[in-house]
């Protein structure tokens, strides 16, 4: 079985790639221009190559800049002390737990207050229809123009829905039900939830985007 390739060669006058190295640029004719980039896949699978000020480079502490960002409160006061006073924009939050104990109906509890406040709420469920979960609104008396629902499983489409709609906070429920297409263990293995909850928190990072993960506690 063919290994997959980590390293492209590319040239820096004209972005000409090439598998392996060579003296003399294939596109341009410009001689030792060629230089080597990592590759690594998105979400869709597709490979891209990362060029040298894509990388990530360290900043001085003290150039850092602080900015007294109000917390969002979620209107539940406990979970607003346990989150350390509200949600911070752009972090990844586990809500955990055992099956039934009421993991589901707390965020939306949350979701209720944070719709009325006009952010914008995608709640994706891996373990309810949509219709079952318009049900479990009602009985909590959620009704929001600014909370929506997307009943999936692959996580390349949740992330693609994210992209079209841009919502503030994203509820996954749950991390279990979650697989990426290019991991080929079962949903809930330990690799499909390591692999799905660490590119959760490159979206949040990215793009600032509150993500709440629920996680069952099993064997």
């Not at 060029?51 to 990530?56: D, Q, T």
């Amino acid at each position: 079985m063919a290994k997959k390739k980590s390293l492209v060669y590319y040239c820096t006058e004209c972005g000409t790639e090439s598998a392996k190295w060579q003296g003399q640029c294939p596109g341009c004719g410009a001689w030792n221009t060629m230089e080597e980039a990592p590759v690594t896949k998105t979400s869709t699978g597709k490979e891209k190559v990362i060029m040298p000020s894509e990388l990530a480079k360290p900043t001085k502490m003290r150039e850092i800049e602080t900015e007294n960002t109000p917390r969002l409160q979620t209107g539940i006061q406990e979970l607003d002390r346990v989150l350390g006073g509200g949600i911070v924009a752009g972090s990844l939050v586990l809500v955990g737990g055992d099956p039934g104990i009421g993991k589901s109906t707390l965020l939306l509890q949350m979701c209720k207050h944070l719709s009325d406040k006009q952010e914008k709420v995608l709640y994706v469920s891996g373990e309810e229809s949509p219709h079952q979960l318009k049900m479990r609104a009602e009985r909590l008396k959620v009704a929001s123009g600014n909370l929506y629902v997307l009943s999936e499983t692959c996580l390349g489409d949740v992330l693609e829905c994210v992209s079209e709609e841009a919502p503030d906070i994203l509820i996954v429920d749950s991390i279990q039900t979650l697989y990426h297409a290019d991991n080929t263990s079962s949903p809930g293995s330990v690799s499909q939830v390591k692999e799905c909850t660490m590119l959760l928190m490159q979206l949040a990072k990215s793009t600032g985007i509150t993500v709440f993960v629920v996680g069952h506690v099993n064997k």
